[in-house]
């Protein structure tokens, strides 16, 4: 008698606006290590939330972007792509969902995350941290640096000055 394995149900969430080689990166990440994928999606109203500092792109059309690459790399029927209303979503509140891909920049929410489904009585979700994709210049690739015009979104100089 085989054992059958449960499929692996991988979260990760984000703005996605710019969808540069760092969202590509994280994205490609998770579907290497998940059967099925949950994207959480920041809504236009919860990305005025966050303060960003630029223009944020329309969550239809950020939508779009990610359904783009994903059927590009044809993978768009493995992925579900999910309204998120605040830092959490459907983390804190899936049993099925059982790891979570983040940056380094975002490892805090995460472990918050399995802190609320602990308290909640869910079993904690893995945890897999991708590093930052840096720019030519050794920064990161960001979309406050491509909507500036400092650097394009695959991290190539736009300005050497910064």
């Not at 490609?28 to 792109?57: C, M, N, P, Y």
């Not at 969550?59 to 830092?87: H, N, Q």
């Amino acid at each position: 008698m085989s054992l059958s394995r449960h499929p692996r149900v991988v979260l990760l969430g984000g703005t996605f606006d710019q969808l540069h080689k760092g969202h590509r990166k994280i994205i490609s990440s998770a579907l290497q290590v998940g059967d099925k994928i949950v994207i959480g999606l920041v809504t236009d109203k919860f990305a005025a939330k966050r303060g960003k500092h630029h223009e944020v792109s329309s969550y239809e059309s950020r939508r779009m972007g990610l359904e783009s690459f994903l059927s590009a790399k044809g993978e768009l029927d493995r992925v579900e792509i999910v309204p998120l209303e605040d830092p959490y979503g459907p983390a804190v509140s899936e049993a099925q969902i059982n790891a979570i891909v983040v940056s380094r920049e975002t490892l805090d929410t995460a472990l918050r995350i399995n802190r609320i489904r602990i308290s909640r009585g869910l079993a904690p979700i893995q945890v897999y941290v991708v590093d930052l994709v840096l720019a030519e210049n050794g920064k990161p690739v960001s979309t406050s640096r491509i909507r500036g015009g400092f650097i394009n979104k695959e991290g190539r100089s736009l300005n050497k000055n910064w």
